[in-house]
Structure formats: C-alpha cells, structure tokens
C-alpha cells in the first residue's frame, strides 16, 4: 500500500530545531517531487517547502528561508525537513505530500499539486 509517514515532531524551545522526516513506501521515490506544508489550529493549511524528484531544485515560503533545509534520500525513500531558530509561529501540524506532476515554485505551492499526504506530526515551540 502506498503511504506516507511523518516522524521527528515533538516539543522544543523557541529557537531550537528539530528534523522531520517523511517515508514514503510502495514505487520509485525518485519519480516524485516532495513537499512540506504546516496547519496551525484555526489557520489553513499553508505552503512551507518543495523539493524536486532528483533533490537538485527546492523552494521555500518566504517566512522559513534560511531557516528550513528541505532534503531527500532517494535510496531511503525519505524526505527531511531541517528546522532550525524555530519561532512560536512555526507550531503546527507538519504534512509531507508527493506529488507525479511537473515541478515547479508556482506548481509545488499548491495543495492541488499533491496526490498523496501524511497523517502528519505536532510540532510545538515554547516561548
């Protein structure tokens, strides 16, 4: 069964940092571009990053570059996500997605774009 599965979140103090991760099983994870989107309670789910099918293009939401690292390991069917200086405004609800479609910023930023989603994983920073 093809699926996706977040790990890595948990607590941490304002300006520490975590790493999630996400597992993907089931086909050629290399034939897929990635990304991370947030939901925080009483927000929509927002945009935070994408990465290509190779791992050679990414792109970022204004409010985590250089911040957030987006990365993969095609040979570990996984998709990381970096998270360093994190603020109480990065709390929420941590979604990885995959996505056959062409990749590209304006593509990738979309919810549209990705056919397949995680359950997600909580991450809650402290002030």
């Known amino acids: 069964q093809v699926q996706l599965v977040e790990s890595g979140g948990g607590l941490v103090q304002a300006g520490g940092s975590l790493r999630l991760s996400c597992l993907a099983s089931g086909r050629t994870f290399s034939s897929y571009a990635m990304g991370w989107f947030r939901q925080a309670p009483g927000k929509e789910r927002e945009f935070v990053t994408s990465?290509?099918?190779?791992?050679?293009?990414?792109y970022y939401a204004d409010s985590v570059k250089g911040r957030f690292t987006i990365s993969r390991d095609n040979a570990k069917n996984t998709v990381y996500l970096q998270m360093n200086n994190l603020k109480p405004e990065d709390a929420a609800v941590y979604f990885c997605?995959?996505?056959?479609?062409?990749?590209?910023?304006?593509?990738?930023?979309?919810?549209?774009?990705?056919?397949?989603w995680g359950q997600g994983t909580q991450v809650t920073v402290s002030s």
């Open positions: 997605a995959e996505s056959s479609g062409v990749y590209n910023y304006g593509a990738s930023q979309r919810s549209e774009f990705y056919a397949l």
């Open positions: 990465i290509s099918g190779s791992g050679h293009s990414a």
